[in-house]
């Protein structure tokens, strides 16, 4: 069984900063990558960045420049540092881990969502 646990969300103003946490754990073999998903109301969940293993990552462009994806790997965590933050980041954040719980067989595994609202 695996859980991931979000932490760091909550209100901010525009052009303010917040960083997000994400920790793996239960029977975890390897994991291959990490990532950050957000669902705004009435949209669909979209990836928001993604870190491999080796240290990769991936952004959707209106997050660029702005969040900064890392890892722990050691401690099988995942952050998002948020900056310069906008409305338009409003949104249930969700953590993302996509892992092996034996030498062949992996899944996909979520987290509970962690609120981000960005308004003055």
């Known amino acids: 069984q695996v859980q991931l646990v979000e932490s760091g969300g909550g209100l901010v103003q525009p052009g303010g900063s917040l960083r997000l946490s994400c920790a793996a754990s239960?029977?975890?073999?390897?994991?291959?990558?990490m990532g950050w998903y957000r669902q705004a109301p009435g949209k669909q969940r979209e990836l928001v960045a993604t870190?491999?293993?080796?240290?990769?990552?991936n952004y959707i462009d209106s997050a660029k420049g702005r969040f900064t994806i890392s890892r722990d790997n050691a401690n099988n965590m995942v952050f998002l540092q948020m900056s310069t933050m906008k409305p338009e980041d409003t949104a249930v954040y969700y953590c993302?881990?996509?892992?092996?719980?034996?030498?062949?067989?992996?899944?996909?595994?979520w987290g509970q969502g962690t609120q981000v609202t960005v308004s003055s």
């Open positions: 993302n881990a996509r892992l092996y719980t034996t030498f062949n067989q992996w899944a996909d595994y």
């Open positions: 239960g029977t975890i073999f390897h994991i291959v990558a």
């Open positions: 870190i491999t293993a080796g240290g990769s990552t």
